[in-house]
Structure formats: C-alpha cells, structure tokens
T-cell receptor, first 115, second 116 residues
C-alpha cells in the first residue's frame, strides 16, 4: 500500500525566513512519481512539481527547491526567503506505476508567513 | 483557457436531501477525478473516470454516493440522502494521462457542502 506522511501540521515563519516542508512516502513499487501541490486560501489546488523515482536530482525553481532522497524515502520542499504570498497548505503526493492515474495525497502542511 | 469548472461553489442543505455537484473538466482531458477534503481525513479520492468510464470507485464511502460522466465534458457527483457527516469540500480534477503519467491534476475551485 502507498502512504504519504507530512509530520508538520502547521508551520509559522516570519517573512524572509527559509522554511522546509517535510514529506516521507511509503511504497513497495520501484517506479513511482512524487508531487507537491499548493492550496492557497482561495481553495484551488495548484500543481508545483513532479519527480519520478529514477531522478534524484534536486530541483530549483526560483525561491523553491526540492530535495529527493530515496535512501530516506523523503521528498522535502524548501522555500527560500519566504513571502506572505507563500501562505498556503502544501500537499505532498504519490502515484505508482501500477496505477499512475491514482494520486494519493498526504495530510498537508499549513504554512503561515507572517509579515 | 478555461480551467475545471465546478458548481455550485457553496451548497447548504438539510439532512436527507439530495445533493448534486457538477463538474466540467478541461477540454481534451481524458481523466476526471472526484476528491473530498475534510479536516479529519484530508484529501480522499472518491472515484475517477477514464474516457467517461469509471475506473475505480473504491473511495466512494457509501451507496448514498454515486457519480456519472455521461460525456467528456460533464460529470456529476450525487449524494442521496445527504447526512451531516458528508459536509466537506468536494473537488473535481482533470488530467491528460493517456500520453504518459504526468500526474499533473488540474483542480476546480471546489464545492463546499454543508449538511445541517
């Protein structure tokens, strides 16, 4: 069975601080995909990134970066120099090759960036 | 381009009433998903369709829930009879997956259901 754990329920940081959101996943499949989605206060979930299990290269996109480590089954997300607009709920998600059309979401981490 | 469109955005109803939620996926997308979001259970996948055919409805909580996709541009999620524990935000999402497992889901704004 697949499972995604986001141990941090809520995080609060002051603007311009860096923050890392943790994600730990479980699967027996060797081929899988990991995702991060953002849910701002407006409610609509927005796709941020996808990684496949064979690509452990870290990725950076502006102030966002992702660290994928298969050895620890983690796919952590770091926001550098956080801004108020980053305040949202962030979801880590997983799909496996056998049923890649089925995306399982973690419980989410609520991030508040205080001005 | 229009995104995924859901209606109604908000619905307040009384226990026992029938509720119908509607979704128009992005044109050309071949997968449609219904998710439910609650504080207690997070985001749960209820059912999904591929080319209008239901593929997996194992997440549908009870027989009171049913979903249909009569054509590529429309889907409904029906709850009959509704109960207070059905109160949640229901999301519809669509995706183009036949070309490969991109996994990028495009979500609607959700339908917030309150059952009194």
């Amino acid at each position: 069975a697949q499972k995604v754990t986001q141990a941090q329920t809520e995080i609060s940081v002051v603007e311009k601080e860096d923050v890392t959101l943790d994600c730990v996943y479980e699967t027996r499949d060797t081929t899988y995909y990991l995702f991060w989605y953002k849910q701002p206060p407006s409610g609509e979930l927005v796709f941020l990134i996808r990684r496949n299990s064979f690509d452990e290269q870290n990725e950076i996109s502006g102030r966002y970066s992702w660290n994928f480590q298969k050895s620890t089954s983690s796919f952590n997300f770091t926001i550098t120099a956080s801004q108020v607009v980053d305040s949202a709920v962030y979801f880590c998600a997983l799909s496996v090759k056998a049923s890649y059309d089925k995306v399982i979401f973690g419980p989410g981490t609520s991030l508040s960036v205080i001005p | 381009d229009a995104g995924v469109i859901q209606s109604p955005r908000h619905e307040v109803t009384e226990m026992g009433q029938e509720v119908t939620l509607r979704c128009k996926p992005i044109s050309g997308h071949d997968y449609l998903f219904w998710y439910r979001q609650t504080m207690m259970r997070g985001l749960e996948l209820l059912i999904y369709f591929n080319n209008n055919v239901p593929i997996d409805d194992s997440g549908m909580p009870e027989d009171r829930f049913s979903a249909k996709m009569p054509n590529a541009s429309f889907s409904t999620l029906k709850i009959q009879p509704s109960e207070p524990r059905d109160s949640a935000v229901y999301f519809c999402a669509s995706s183009l997956l036949t070309a490969g497992p991109t996994g990028e889901l495009f979500f609607g704004e959700g339908s917030r259901l309150t059952v009194l």
